[in-house]
């Protein structure tokens, strides 16, 4: 069994700053790309940034420039760093890792989820 623990959401004003983390523990030999998703009331989940084992990122073009993803792969930990944060940031926010087990095995797990709420 595999957890994906998030942390780091909150209120915040426009054009402030906040640091989401996701630590994986469990049943784990390795994990492949780790990611942010988020969805807002009303809306599809959808994919906020990627980042692979080797460290390769890709981001939605609406946080271009914004946002910094990071990971530590001695630790099973993913990072989103958030700046200059907009209104229509608002969302819950959710890790992702796709984890390899020690039966090589790949799964794609989910975090519970971390409301982020930008307003003033």
């Known amino acids: 069994q595999v957890q994906l623990v998030e942390s780091g959401g909150g209120l915040v004003q426009p054009g402030g700053s906040l640091r989401l983390s996701c630590a994986a523990s469990?049943?784990?030999?390795?994990?492949?790309?780790m990611g942010w998703y988020r969805q807002a009331p009303g809306k599809q989940r959808e994919l906020v940034a990627l980042?692979?084992?080797?460290?390769?990122?890709n981001y939605a073009d609406s946080v271009k420039g914004r946002f910094t993803i990071s990971r530590d792969n001695t630790k099973n930990t993913v990072s989103l760093q958030m700046n200059r944060l907009k209104p229509e940031d608002t969302a819950v926010y959710y890790c992702?890792?796709?984890?390899?087990?020690?039966?090589?095995?790949?799964?794609?797990?989910w975090g519970q989820g971390t409301q982020v709420t930008v307003s003033s």
């Open positions: 469990g049943s784990i030999f390795s994990i492949n790309d």
């Open positions: 980042i692979t084992r080797g460290g390769s990122t």
């Open positions: 992702l890792a796709g984890v390899v087990t020690p039966r090589w095995n790949e799964y794609d797990y």
